[in-house]
């Protein structure tokens, strides 16, 4: 798969292409680009997904605390994974959001070639967003394309959103945030050091620093499978200020316990796919006190992650 930010980075002759930001590439999101990349194989064309970062509402000042579900390096390789061809990841800017629907679609057509334009039964681009679906499907008779639409998806509570998963994220519903997104949600990071608390305990666990963009699940115990490389783990992840030891503390660190490693991480990228959350984030009156729940937390970790893999 193709990777490029600029529309200048890449010359088709057939394509089908979407426009979003697809944020978490959800299940919502997962039936326009299934049927993207089914129909342009199918027709000898390339599937592109021509996506945005930072967020247009962060640009724009309507979603200013945003945090993402995926980055664009994790959004590519969740499209890659889907069959998308092509990724044009825009910078949005003041410019991108000055320009008209007209004069961003003839620019999309000069460089891609678009024979089929597929989007959501909402959509819309441009200035003003007077690029709907009709505005569209006209201009696309004028240069090349037609338009394909797409209805909602939907879980039992409403419509699919990335909104929606963020919600779960920050109420630690780590499985409903996982339902939604047809995939556990992941968090990368570098591993750096912490102050050896763990280790002292005989269980030694791994800081984590994530992008300051990215969606943080709430604070408590989680059990997640980690990689390091191709190499998989079941671990037990803590989120929180882990209050036995530093109460007053303010921000909240990300560590994980490896089962069955041993081995230095330090400086190496892991990454960490929340499945359960075990429970909240607690202070205990002693270290065997928190002890004894730790190894509660990896004997039920263990159990939830071979159901898991079982199912």
């Not at 798969?1 to 292409?17: A, G, I, K």
């Not at 930072?54 to 640009?59: A, I, L, R, T, W």
């Not at 007077?130 to 006209?138: A, I, S």
Request: charged share 20%.
């Amino acid at each position: 798969m193709l990777h490029v930010r600029s529309l200048e980075d890449v010359s088709l002759q057939n394509s089908w292409l979407t426009i979003g930001v697809f944020d978490g590439v959800h299940r919502g999101h997962q039936a326009i680009l299934k049927g993207l990349a089914a129909g342009a194989h199918a027709n000898g064309a390339s599937a592109v997904v021509l996506t945005f970062h930072p967020h247009p509402g962060v640009v724009l000042g309507k979603r200013a605390d945003l945090k993402y579900l995926s980055l664009p390096g994790e959004k590519a390789s969740l499209l890659a994974a889907l069959g998308v061809d092509v990724v044009v990841t825009l910078p949005f800017d003041t410019q991108v959001a000055a320009l008209s629907a007209e004069d961003f679609m003839r620019r999309i057509q000069t460089h891609l070639n678009v024979k089929k334009l597929l989007v959501g039964y909402d959509f819309a681009l441009g200035r003003g967003r007077k690029g709907d679906v009709n505005f569209l499907t006209g201009l696309g008779e004028e240069i090349g394309y037609t338009v394909q639409t797409f209805g909602p998806v939907t879980n039992g509570r409403g419509i699919l959103s990335s909104s929606h998963i963020r919600a779960y994220l920050a109420a630690g519903r780590v499985d409903e945030a996982k339902q939604a997104l047809g995939h556990p949600y992941a968090l990368h990071g570098l591993v750096i050091h912490g102050d050896g608390r763990g280790r002292k305990i005989n269980i030694p666990t791994a800081n984590i620093e994530v992008s300051t963009e990215k969606a943080i699940p709430a604070n408590g115990v989680y059990a997640c499978r980690a990689t390091i490389g191709n190499a998989e783990y079941a671990a037990v992840t803590n989120i929180g200020i882990r209050p036995t030891f530093t109460p007053d503390k303010e921000q909240a660190n990300i560590e994980t316990h490896l089962l069955d490693f041993q081995g230095n991480l330090y400086d190496q990228d892991l990454g960490l796919e929340f499945v359960f959350r075990l429970r909240n984030e607690q202070k205990f009156d002693s270290v065997d006190a928190l002890l004894a729940q730790i190894r509660v937390d990896i004997t039920r970790a263990k159990d939830l992650l071979n159901l898991a893999n079982v199912q």
